[in-house]
């Protein structure tokens, strides 16, 4: 048997924007956030420059009203990823 594939941890955005890819229940693999909770003496470098990120991210979105003109488009691009996923 196989190990699940993990999902990128990031999306970019049309105009280059880089933001963290949330996880969603159609996730085959468990990620940063999981790890965080679950086992947190199992999380790496990457998973805490992730975390970092998520966390920056939301305080953007909160924050910075301009922000939310980013949302259209991640929203675009996750479901592209989900339909690109499923087709595979």
Not at 4 to 27: C, H, N, Q, V, Y
Not at 63 to 82: F, G, V, W, Y
Request: proline letters at 9%; charged letters at 25%; one cysteine or more.
């Amino acid at each position: 048997m196989t190990e699940p594939k993990e999902t990128p941890a990031w999306i970019r955005l049309e105009g280059g924007a880089r933001w963290p890819r949330p996880a969603l229940e159609s996730d085959a693999h468990y990620g940063p956030a999981h790890r965080a909770v679950y086992s947190p003496d199992a999380l790496t470098a990457s998973d805490l420059a992730y975390l970092a990120s998520v966390a920056h991210a939301y305080g953007h979105l909160v924050c910075d009203p301009r922000a939310a003109k980013n949302l259209p488009s991640l929203r675009r691009a996750l479901r592209d990823a989900e339909a690109t996923k499923e087709s595979a």
